[in-house]
């Protein structure tokens, strides 16, 4: 089964814990604070691998953890960075977040994309001395690291795709020209699934094409898998339209041609205005030197047709050539390689610093700051939440707090904590 569409969770890894310690050594009896830094939280990384085909693995791992980073050691000694998660993915996959945000895409063997990025580890009480403070009692704890939930698509990295309505030949054409070995039957709908086969025009010289499942009307607008299969079309830079001319299935070739155009208009315009070749198939069958007459009379001077029996084998290779030459002429901006590409931190709605609000009885203390340094705080250290409350002070905590309504003697809630508020 191919598939091509995910939903995954990922979770980076949180930062190690710094920790509180004091050197005891023989003949040094003002050892000083040597508490190390926790370190940093491992981050998920999708890395693209060109010999993957599908998003299958992902139907049975939806959740995705890093590991956590070790705390800090005594010693002055750092603890050891969480190892990243590595997550192969296959050449074409775009990653969204769940409003359709694109985190990234992965468009080159072993291309590197942190869609999680792990938490920072915190600081050891050996960071916090200063000349007022010989003897620090406070450390940081880590940081947590990203979560979310994530949308994967795969979009096929083909050079040129096969369109048109289903049981016209497109995977008869494929298999005569690649090595790609599709089902083929005398039936619609024998192919449920893009096939992809390389195609050599010589010693040197060669290029991808995608056989895409049959498309048919209302596709462009979601009908049937119509949206699942149109978007394997965006990324190819030659269409070859094929056509029943045979008339076979009381089917007319050139409003079959109308009907798969508004299709590719509807879903994306662009698509309809990339280069075709209208590949006339069937050939051998009654009939079809009529409707070939009328393609050319009408479609002629604006698509190259090929005339052919995919069947027998016949016209294939001048089919071939024809997309190839056509591959040669179209100007594409070059992908620039990127060892890495950092996940874009994109907030739906900015968060101020701090903030109060009011929830029955009690008011809490938020904000992005506030929050970032509620977690970095170890409320079991005594000297660390009077750390903390020292810098909600300097950040006018009180102001807030009036400002928002809080009066003398209300409950202020910060983090796990519950304060009396008072000015004093």
């Not at 010999?51 to 791992?61: E, M, P, S």
């Not at 299709?263 to 309809?272: A, D, G, R, T, V």
């Not at 994109?346 to 977690?375: H, M």
């Amino acid at each position: 089964m191919f598939y091509d569409y995910a939903r995954i969770y990922v979770k980076a890894g949180k930062g190690g814990d710094g920790m509180v310690s004091f050197r005891r050594e023989k003949y040094v009896p003002a050892g000083g604070p040597s508490g190390g830094d926790g370190g940093r939280g491992g981050n998920v990384v999708f890395v693209a691998d060109e010999g993957l085909r599908t998003l299958v693995d992902f139907r049975y791992q939806k959740h995705l953890y890093a590991p956590y980073g070790e705390s800090g050691k005594s010693k002055n000694m750092h603890g050891a960075a969480g190892s990243d998660l590595i997550v192969k993915a296959p050449v074409g996959t775009i990653v969204k977040k769940d409003d359709e945000t694109v985190v990234g895409e992965l468009l080159f063997h072993r291309q590197r994309l942190v869609v999680a990025k792990g938490g920072r580890g915190g600081r050891g009480n050996a960071r916090f001395v200063s000349s007022v403070n010989r003897a620090p009692q406070v450390a940081d704890n880590g940081e947590l690291g990203e979560e979310s939930w994530l949308v994967l698509e795969l979009k096929l990295l083909a050079d040129v795709g096969l369109i048109g309505f289903p049981n016209v030949g497109k995977s008869t054409i494929i298999s005569v020209v690649s090595a790609a070995k599709p089902k083929i039957a005398n039936y619609p709908f024998t192919t449920i699934d893009p096939n992809l086969g390389v195609v050599r025009l010589g010693e040197e010289e060669s290029f991808v094409m995608a056989d895409i499942p049959g498309l048919i009307e209302g596709a462009g607008e979601g009908a049937g898998l119509g949206h699942r299969f149109l978007r394997h079309v965006e990324r190819t830079k030659v269409l070859i339209h094929v056509l029943d001319v045979s008339g076979y299935e009381s089917r007319d070739p050139l409003e079959d041609f109308d009907a798969v155009n508004k299709e590719l208009e509807i879903y994306n315009p662009k698509l309809s205005r990339m280069p075709q070749i209208i590949a006339a198939n069937k050939m051998d069958l009654p009939q079809a030197e009529e409707n070939l007459a009328r393609l050319r009379a009408r479609l002629e001077d604006r698509y190259p047709i090929i005339e052919l029996s995919a069947a027998l084998g016949q016209g294939c290779q001048r089919l071939v050539q024809e997309a190839g030459k056509l591959l040669a002429e179209q100007t594409t901006i070059p992908v620039v390689p990127m060892d890495e590409i950092k996940i874009t931190r994109l907030e739906a709605d900015e968060e101020p610093p701090i903030s109060a609000k009011r929830e029955n009885e009690y008011w809490i203390l938020t904000g992005s700051e506030v929050k970032r340094q509620i977690q970095r705080t170890n409320f079991a250290n005594e000297a660390a939440v009077n750390r903390l409350l020292r810098i909600l002070r300097s950040m006018d905590a009180e102001r807030v707090l009036r400002e928002a309504g809080a009066a003398d003697g209300d409950t202020v809630v910060i983090g796990p904590m519950e304060f009396e508020f008072s000015d004093a």
